[in-house]
């Protein structure tokens, strides 16, 4: 995202930061207020700079909950703080805080490999809750007849609301030695436009002293105490320097002390890490994209001696999945990922003698496979998968097949004629089982036209492959073992096993669920396996479900062979900006849409229940999802924001705005309704995902709505009236939906490479080229059948690809250098006085 303000305009027009956060809740221990039960229902919320942004699912009737949950955040630069708060749910009334924990960005950066630990929850206080920014003006007024301090109050956005409603009634003071003036008050709202000038009369010795200006925010109260919105300090030597100064301030806290209360509102283990990168121009990775794709393109005789496989060689264990979905990513942009995992996929194959190994290791070909499908996959999971995991998860059912687990406590009666026996559990138990296999294995078998092509030709490229390294009768299956190991061992059954993982659940299974999940996968992967497993595993118990597994290995093998039937011209291998066709819904569901207005109905009937259809291309909404229902769209690139809408607005919560401008240039609000607080993130973020490289973007935008000929926000009657809060279009969560970005995708790789520089040098350029005689006829006879080429020339060629791999990351190096030290050369000249 690109950064702004005056010390950064040379980086607006050079480069870009891509800030993100990869949040896990691991576990949570505490003694909060519990209810009656002596329990609590706890869940989390989490806040960037006081924006919900995600929602855990409720832990019912637990004090040590547990929630496992990750999320992944793209933030812009300027974000100061993420906050946690854990609260308990209650079915009446509000749900209760139990405490909170909150980290700078500065915390957080400052942990190379991020944060991973237990924090104590701290009270929250009121006075500590602030948030928002306030505009003014200040300025040092001296002449012969009076010597004096001019603060020029504008507006205020985003105060946090102190009143039942949702709002405050603002007003704010400046504070200097012992001066003081206050603006007038404005009634509910908390984007107060003030437009007021106060002046301070000093003495001509206070311009000597020093001190700090005092800007304070506070919300009016008519009975009780007033309460306080948020301070800035700004040093009185600023205005000395400058005379006038006028900015957005960002409202601080009054500063006391957060206290943990020794521990006795409990602790939540947090693991948080914050990756923060200068994105340089495109030109600049181009030399590095040219020679990874060259690796493919133009494949070297010598098989180890290319960018790619030098890559592979210095990425780390830990980096390698991330290193795989980034140059997945950096090919599906180029238009050559089906070229990209054959490169891999071949070397894997050729350097594999036992094909009962093939593709069992976490080798940087498996991992490409592997992200590969989630990336171009994740619809097709859906459509194949969802039905019947929203099945299972709304059935419940208790199965159970191991002896040493069944309880018969938690069984509901199956049988009138007395208790139930564990014989009548485990009968009970295969037969749903057989129904929920057979369900997910028709579904699959099923499913070929819905398989992404260009999935269909990588392993159609695979299949061909590992038949030409196993051609011998005996290994005729591990062409199909190759196959169904990624499709149903690395796609199908993890799916399975964790939904939400894979979006095909908002929250996770509970215990009962989870268990029927984790059987299914087991067998789904037996399936994958041709059944050639049964019967050698530990798992005895699982033998009633070995018929059904063998009866559909017939059908898995037909279906296999009708995956891979697909001519590889029909997979178009252009560049391309998106993972996915601009045609492709990329999300569906039921929301319900504010009527047009007009309207004078109350707000709870105002919206309608429609069902809505995301592309690249449009959003568009009818009735039903009916295909005969008449459809309205609005084309994404007419999008010009997607933004939250205040609760007090229509008295709902949990509503969006999508604001769309059209050819005239008239700007129209669309209001959309979720469910609940994840589908609103999910939309949000969704809907701005694509529409992320419109031109047209709003900076600003009106939270609340126009009603009674006036915005509900910040009360102006101007209907045309410029936004009263900022955009949030940079915040976006994670995951396999995210746009294509090039030049970060490579800035990864480059990070990678540079990590791996000193390794490189020692064993490419550094490279003594003496050798035993037979060392000379090892490497001949593994890379050079014919004898084409000497071991001088080998590693001749392998010092000339290194030193050019080597040089981008020099030059990039150098780039980034440059480009931070004019950055930091602009910064000094602009704060200079």
Same mark, same amino acid.
């Given at each position: 995202m690109k950064r702004s303000g005056k010390t950064t305009l040379f980086c607006q027009k050079w480069q870009k930061i891509h800030p993100y956060i990869f949040v896990l809740w691991r576990a949570g221990a505490y003694q909060p207020k519990t209810c009656n039960s002596g329990t609590s229902d706890p869940y989390c919320i989490v806040k960037v700079d006081n924006e919900v942004v995600a929602r855990t699912a409720t832990v019912w009737k637990n004090l040590n909950p547990f929630w496992g949950e990750e999320y992944t955040l793209h933030l812009p630069m300027g974000f100061h703080s993420i906050s946690f708060y854990v609260m308990d749910e209650d079915t009446i009334g509000h749900d209760d805080v139990i405490g909170k924990i909150t980290l700078s960005k500065d915390a957080i950066g400052s942990q190379n490999k991020g944060l991973d630990n237990w924090l104590n929850l701290t009270r929250v206080d009121p006075d500590e809750e602030v948030q928002g920014e306030i505009h003014l003006?200040?300025?040092?007024?001296?002449? /012969?007849?009076?010597?004096?301090?001019?603060?020029?109050?504008? $507006?205020?956005?985003?105060?946090?609301?102190?009143?039942?409603?949702?709002?405050?009634? !603002?007003?704010?003071?400046?504070?200097?030695?012992?001066?003081?003036?206050?603006?007038?008050?404005?009634?509910?709202?908390?984007?107060?436009?003030?437009?007021e000038t106060v002046e301070l009369e000093l003495e001509t010795n206070e311009l000597t002293a020093g001190g700090i200006i005092t800007v304070e925010v506070w919300d009016w109260d008519m009975v009780g105490r007033n309460d306080f919105l948020g301070k800035v300090e700004i040093p009185f030597s600023c205005l000395q320097k400058t005379p006038l100064l006028q900015s957005w301030f960002r409202l601080m806290p009054l500063g006391n002390n957060e206290d943990d209360a020794g521990g006795k509102l409990g602790a939540l283990r947090l693991k948080v890490r914050l990756v923060e990168d200068r994105i340089l121009p495109s030109v600049y990775y181009q030399p590095l994209i040219d020679l990874l794709v060259e690796s493919v393109i133009s494949p070297s005789e010598v098989e180890d001696s290319s960018p790619l496989t030098m890559l592979e060689e210095v990425t780390t264990v830990d980096s390698r999945q991330d290193v795989a979905m980034t140059l997945v990513k950096i090919f599906l942009g180029q238009g050559l990922v089906v070229p990209f995992l054959d490169y891999f996929n071949t070397r894997e194959v050729n350097h594999t003698s036992d094909p009962n190994t093939l593709f069992r290791s976490n080798s940087l070909a498996s991992k490409a496979m592997e992200q590969f499908m989630k990336a171009v996959g994740m619809l097709y999971l859906h459509e194949v998968l969802k039905p019947i995991i929203n099945r299972i998860f709304l059935e419940k059912k208790y199965i159970e097949l191991d002896p040493c687990k069944i309880d018969l406590n938690r069984t509901r009666r199956i049988s009138f004629k007395g208790a139930v026996s564990e014989a009548e559990v485990r009968e009970s138990s295969v037969e749903m089982l057989q129904g929920y296999l057979t369900s997910i294995v028709e579904s699959i078998v099923a499913s070929v036209d819905q398989c992404p092509p260009v999935m269909r030709v990588a392993f159609k490229q695979l299949h061909k492959r590992v038949e030409e390294q196993f051609p011998e009768p005996e290994n005729e299956d591990v062409k199909y073992l190759a196959i169904s190991g990624f499709f149903f061992l690395r796609f199908f059954a993890p799916a399975i096993l964790a939904p939400k993982l894979f979006q095909l659940r908002d929250h996770h299974a509970?215990?009962?669920?989870?268990?029927?999940?984790?059987?299914?996968?087991?067998?789904?992967?037996?399936?994958?396996?041709?059944?050639?497993?049964? +019967?050698?595993?530990k798992e005895l118990w699982m033998e009633?479900?070995? !018929?059904?597994?063998?009866?559909?290995?017939?059908?898995?093998?037909?279906?296999?062979?009708?995956?891979?039937?697909?001519?590889?011209?029909?997979?178009? $291998?252009?560049?391309?900006? /998106?993972?996915?066709?601009?045609?492709?819904?990329?999300? $569906?569901?039921?929301?319900?849409?504010?009527?047009?207005?007009?309207?004078?109905?109350?707000?709870?009937? /105002?919206?309608?229940?429609?069902?809505? =259809?995301?592309?690249?291309? /449009?959003?568009?909404?009818?009735?039903? !999802?009916?295909? =005969?229902?008449?459809?309205?769209?609005?084309?994404?690139?007419?999008?010009?924001?997607?933004?939250?809408?205040?609760?007090?607005?229509?008295?709902?919560?949990?509503? *969006?705005?999508?604001?769309?401008?059209?050819?005239? +240039?008239? *700007?129209?609000? *669309?209001?959309?309704?979720?469910?609940?607080?994840?589908?609103?993130?999910? =939309?949000?973020?969704?809907?701005?995902?694509?529409?992320?490289?419109?031109?047209? *973007?709003? !900076?600003?935008?009106?939270?609340?709505?126009?009603?009674?000929?006036? =915005?509900?926000?910040?009360?102006?009657?101007?209907?045309?009236?410029? +936004?009263?809060?900022?955009?949030?279009?940079a915040v976006t969560l994670g995951d396999w939906s995210d746009p294509l970005d090039p030049d970060a995708e490579t800035q990864t790789i480059y990070k990678q490479l540079l990590q791996g520089r000193d390794r490189l040098r020692k064993q490419y350029v550094e490279v003594e080229f003496e050798t035993t005689e037979d060392d000379g006829k090892r490497l001949n006879s593994r890379m050079l059948p014919d004898?084409?080429?000497?071991?001088? $020339?080998?590693?001749?060629?392998?010092?000339?690809?290194?030193?050019?791999?080597?040089?981008?990351?020099?030059?990039?190096e150098q780039a980034h250098a440059t480009f931070q030290r004019r950055e930091m050369e602009e910064a000094s000249l602009i704060l200079s006085p």
């Open positions: 003006s200040l300025e040092l007024l001296r002449d /012969a007849q009076k010597i004096g301090l001019r603060c020029h109050f504008k $507006e205020a956005r985003d105060l946090a609301p102190r009143d039942i409603t949702g709002t405050s009634d !603002p007003f704010a003071r400046i504070l200097f030695n012992n001066h003081s003036a206050e603006t007038s008050i404005i009634k509910k709202t908390r984007y107060p436009h003030w437009g509970d215990t009962r669920t989870s268990r029927t999940l984790l059987l299914l996968a087991k067998a789904v992967q037996s399936v994958g396996n041709l059944g050639l497993q049964l +019967g050698h595993c009633p479900l070995h !018929p059904i597994i063998l009866c559909s290995v017939a059908s898995v093998k037909d279906f296999l062979d009708k995956l891979i039937d697909i001519d590889h011209d029909s997979v178009s $291998e252009v560049p391309q900006k /998106a993972v996915f066709l601009p045609s492709v819904i990329v999300k $569906e569901g039921y929301l319900h849409k504010h009527k047009a207005e007009g309207t004078q109905l109350l707000s709870r009937f /105002a919206f309608k229940k429609r069902y809505f =259809w995301l592309s690249s291309e /449009a959003l568009s909404y009818a009735k039903t !999802p009916d295909p =005969w229902q008449v459809r309205s769209t609005i084309p994404v690139q007419c999008v010009c924001a997607v933004e939250r809408v205040d609760d007090n607005a229509f008295q709902q919560q949990n509503v *969006m705005q999508v604001i769309t401008q059209d050819n005239d +240039g008239q *700007m129209n609000i *669309m209001y959309i309704q979720c469910k609940n607080v994840n589908e609103l993130n999910q =939309w949000l973020s969704a809907v701005r995902k694509a529409s992320i490289y419109n031109e047209r *973007m709003l !900076p600003s935008f009106h939270p609340g709505a126009y009603r009674s000929s006036k =915005w509900t926000c910040c009360l102006q009657a101007d209907r045309n009236a410029s +936004g009263c809060s900022r955009t949030h279009s004898g084409a080429q000497s071991r001088k $020339e080998v590693l001749e060629r392998r010092q000339a690809v290194a030193a050019r791999l080597l040089g981008v990351v020099l030059d990039l």
